[in-house]
């Protein structure tokens, strides 16, 4: 199995752009979760699915944030419009109902200029 | 906001000693997990242990848990360079589906 696939690795924009942010969860895993990564507030959960239903978006920032999962095998992030402040490691991870552990993606690097 | 701690932040060791990082949390929980991540990667599961479990071993890895203290602490036995890393806590406060709760990590150096 590849593992979780983010992309892009890197994304550099400049304020007020939109940015997507992608993810493909592990085949067969039913959670989907993405999480936000600064040097200041650490690991911080956005938002999560089951079986492709949003379950809590209490994490997302503000309404300028959105996710979706129209299927099982995909989920995006949406940035519209970015900040200099939303400059981020953004991780998406998955996880089977069988286990508790999580299994994350390489991250998308996000600098807004 | 943050359910886990680590303690310390970061811990600087030499080759062949061993490393022990603390974390504190701050409800009950149903497991608590640790997980690495190599600089610029994303984080990888360690081991999880249950709330009625008090030590696991996985290899050169022991986790301890108490739920009285509600703390839990990872030693890694005969530290090796590649075991530089960050290591997170991360707690499941509920059954099946919820999420887990990072803590910020400690920044595990070992020097060669």
């Known amino acids: 199995d590849a593992g979780v696939i983010q992309s892009p690795r890197h994304e550099v924009t400049e304020m007020g752009q939109e940015v997507t942010l992608r993810c493909k969860p592990i085949s067969g895993h039913n959670s989907l979760f993405w999480y936000r990564q600064t040097m200041m507030r650490g690991l911080e959960l956005l938002i999560y699915?089951?079986?492709?239903?949003?379950?809590?978006d209490s994490g997302m920032p503000e309404d300028r944030f959105s996710a979706k999962m129209p299927n099982a095998s995909f989920s995006t992030l949406k940035i519209q419009p970015s900040e200099p402040r939303d400059s981020a490691v953004y991780f998406c991870?998955?996880?089977?109902?069988?286990?508790?552990?999580?299994?994350f993606g390489s991250g998308t690097q996000l600098s807004v200029l | 906001s943050q359910q886990g701690e680590e303690d310390p932040q970061a811990l600087s060791i030499q080759e062949g000693e061993n490393a022990t990082m603390n974390c504190s949390y701050k409800?009950?929980?149903?497991?608590l997990q640790w997980y690495r991540q190599n600089s610029g990667r994303g984080l990888v599961h360690l081991i999880l242990?249950?709330?009625?479990?008090r030590e696991k071993h996985s290899g050169r890895l022991r986790v301890t848990l108490d739920t009285s203290k509600k703390s839990s602490s990872l030693l890694i036995t005969a530290s090796r360079a590649a075991d530089t890393a960050s290591y997170f806590c991360a707690t499941d406060k509920g059954s099946g589906n919820t999420p887990l709760v990072f803590g910020k990590g400690t920044r595990l150096s070992v020097i060669a």
């Open positions: 991870a998955s996880r089977s109902s069988a286990t508790n552990q999580l299994f």
């Open positions: 242990i249950r709330s009625n479990e």
């Open positions: 699915f089951n079986n492709n239903v949003p379950i809590d």
């Open positions: 409800t009950s929980i149903n497991n």
